[in-house]
Nanobody, 121 residues
């Protein structure tokens, strides 16, 4: 069984910063891409950023400059640093990872349970 557990969300004032973390645990052989998505109330889930196991990154065009994704391949953890937060960044942030699990013979996408980020004064 595989688990992705996010942490670091919360209530922050506009202009503030947060660092989200997501740790993968369980029975898997390797991790390929890891990423962050978000879903605001009444909207569809959207990509925030993705990072490969080699460190290449890709960001949603509208979020470049304020969001930084990084990962620790030893700790199987992906991070999202968010600066200059705006009210429109309020959403549930989900972690996603491509994991090669034992016995499956292939990579599959797994999701965390989400962490709420609320930006409000």
């Amino acid at each position: 069984q595989v688990h992705l557990v996010e942490s670091g969300g919360g209530l922050v004032q506009p202009g503030g910063s947060l660092r989200l973390s997501c740790a993968a645990s369980g029975r898997f052989f390797s991790i390929r891409d890891m990423g962050w998505y978000r879903q605001a109330p009444g909207k569809e889930r959207e990509l925030v950023a993705v990072i490969t196991n080699g460190g290449s990154t890709n960001y949603a065009d509208s979020l470049k400059g304020r969001f930084t994704i990084s990962r620790d391949n030893v700790q199987n953890t992906v991070y999202l640093q968010v600066n200059n937060l705006k009210p429109e960044d309020t959403a549930v942030y989900y972690c996603n990872a491509d994991l090669f699990t034992y016995g499956s013979g292939r990579y599959a996408k797994y999701w965390g349970q989400g962490t709420q980020v609320t930006v409000s004064s």
